[in-house]
């Protein structure tokens, strides 16, 4: 085989395998700009599965008889109803990627008026504000993912018994790995 037919070739399978890819490498959320499902809905982004359980257990979620969820780029979209009015929920996780991704498919996949970020609020005065408090922020701030490791486990990147006082030694924080 001449070097020009094999180049012909191989430019040719290029070609036909790009055609072939399923989702951009580049676009994560690529998938889901075909179309919009039915009618305008709340958006719940939801940071953990303790808060999908506790509004599954509330009682006043009420999956959708038809479309209880849909599966788009690696993520359950669940479908339904909430005191009567249309919502649909994502669990994300902790990582704000994972956010940044959720909430695009949800405004690319959905018709939303609105999201509603559901997660900790560990690090509020409780003085100030009061468990069912709505509040809303003046700026937000990233300040990166940090996933606590168990005590005796593998080190993270920050191991508190490093900085015990008087002597160094391991402790019962253990260690975590911080994400920027």
Known sequence: MSSVNLVVMVVGL?????????MS??????????????????????TSGNNEKALQDSGLFTPDAET???????????IGTLNARYIVYVKIGGNSVNAAIAVQILLNRFRIHGIIHFGSAGSLDKESIVPGDVSVPLAVAFTGAWNWKKFGSDEGTLNFGE????VNGENLLASVDYDK
Do not use: M
């Not at 209880?68 to 669940?78: E, L, N, S």
């Not at 900085?163 to 008087?166: G, M």
């Open 14 to 22: 290029l070609v036909l395998a790009q055609q072939s890819f399923q």
């Open 68 to 78: 209880p969820y849909v599966d788009i780029a690696g993520r359950r979209f669940h």
């Open 163 to 166: 900085f015990n006082y008087p």
């Open 25 to 46: 490498l580049r676009n994560p959320v690529a998938e889901t700009n075909n179309c919009k499902i039915d009618f305008t809905r709340l958006g719940l982004v939801l």
